[in-house]
């Protein structure tokens, strides 16, 4: 039974759009919230991750929004471009488990021309 | 830094057989695991270790032994490979901190028949 779970499992957007891409979790101990992206052939990568004593944080085109009392965190991808077509992953951890990740199952982004 | 190398990039097995998968880092990290993918699961932690002589198991240990003889090295051994061990394997390393990114190597295809 996934501990985190991640919607939708694909998603196409047209250059220029938004991507969005939700994960539920219900391990109110979960502490560290990242989200990494996975190419064809190639192993995930980290890609952005929050804490939850904030609500958001940006880096680039990239947005983590978090609602602690939800349990529910999001990805937003601003200004969706072709390089950005990958599996992005959500998970989960918590430092008193040696900060093992739970991961979500997965989104497939496509962004066409 | 070569960073995390994982061998072979792909390896047919019969079902029985056994073999090692090869995984290490240059990273002098204290943190390594295996992963394994599969479609509309994400990944799924099998074994881990927070340092040399230091194992422990994951969400689906079975088949699968690790050992961690030295901070660099962590091989996963399948004793008797099964068709339901058909899967891509992803090692990680990271240092101590449950915060700090968590590095993949490029990932092991491995099919069982």
């Known amino acids: 039974q996934q501990q985190v779970k991640q919607s939708p499992q694909s998603l196409i957007v047209q250059k220029g759009g938004i991507s969005i891409i939700n994960c539920a979790y219900e391990?109110?101990?979960?502490?560290?919230f990242p989200w990494y992206q996975q190419f064809p052939g190639k192993g995930p990568a980290l890609l952005i991750a929050?804490?939850?004593?904030?609500s958001e944080k940006k880096e680039g085109r990239f947005t983590i929004s978090f609602n602690k009392s939800a349990k529910q965190f999001s990805l937003h991808i601003m200004d969706s471009q072709p390089g950005d077509s990958a599996t992005y992953f959500c998970a989960a951890s918590m430092a008193d488990s040696w900060g093992k990740l739970q991961f979500g199952a997965g989104t497939q982004v496509v962004v066409t021309p | 830094n070569a960073g995390v190398t994982q061998t072979p990039k792909f390896q047919v097995l019969k079902t029985g057989q056994s073999m090692t998968l090869q995984c290490a880092q240059d990273?002098?990290?204290?943190?390594m695991s295996w992963y394994r993918q599969d479609p509309g699961m994400g990944l799924r932690l099998i074994h881990y270790s927070v340092g040399a002589g230091i194992t422990d198991q994951g969400e689906v240990p079975n088949g699968y032994n690790v050992s961690r003889s030295t901070t660099e090295d962590f091989p996963l051994r399948l004793l008797s490979a099964a068709p339901s061990q058909t899967s891509v394997y992803f090692c990680?390393?990271?240092?101590?901190?449950?915060?700090?990114?968590?590095?993949f190597g490029p990932g092991t295809r491995l099919t069982v028949l």
């Open positions: 990273m002098n990290h204290e943190y």
């Open positions: 990680a390393s990271r240092q101590a901190s449950s915060y700090n990114e968590q590095f």
């Open positions: 391990n109110t101990a979960f502490d560290y």
């Open positions: 929050i804490r939850p004593d904030v």
